[in-house]
């Protein structure tokens, strides 16, 4: 993405960067990397390409808090996948228990097509034509370690 966080429509490899979670990563470890992307969505705003192998439900994201053993499996037919870090919340937002929500305090997984699809010919089409149906599935599965 730019600057002003709109995609470029450039599908960049993530090895080697801040980027790459191919691998379990504690998600605070990077998130205020110099590395531009980051700097641009001043921690993760990103949609990633899922490498898909075939059709139906593929998994997309683990996350698990090793403090609690809570797991979350994130499996999807969509082509990417949004991760948000929450990096815009700057504790003025409180929860019903009193907690003030800050800076990386939450994130956000959001299975999707890439966005601003229509202004980038490389990417999946979003097009839907009259007559023709959309289906799309999304799991989000919670257990424990």
Known sequence: MDAT????????????????FRK??????????TFQQIVFGRGYDHNWVLDRRGSG????????????????????????????????LDGTLYGTGGHAYRQGDG???????FPD???????????LRPGQVLTSTTVYQFGTA
């Open 24 to 33: 379990p990563t504690a998600i605070g470890a990077r998130n205020r990397s």
């Open 117 to 127: 699809s229509p202004n980038h010919a490389n990417f999946p089409s979003t097009v």
């Open 57 to 88: 439900l593929q998994v997309a994201a683990r996350v698990s808090d090793p403090g609690s053993g809570r797991t979350l499996t994130v499996a999807t037919t969509e082509p990417g996948i949004q991760f948000y870090g929450g990096n815009f």
């Open 107 to 113: 994130l956000a997984l959001e299975t999707q097509h």
């Open 5 to 20: 966080l709109i995609p470029t429509g450039t599908l960049a490899a993530v090895a080697g960067t801040p980027m790459d």
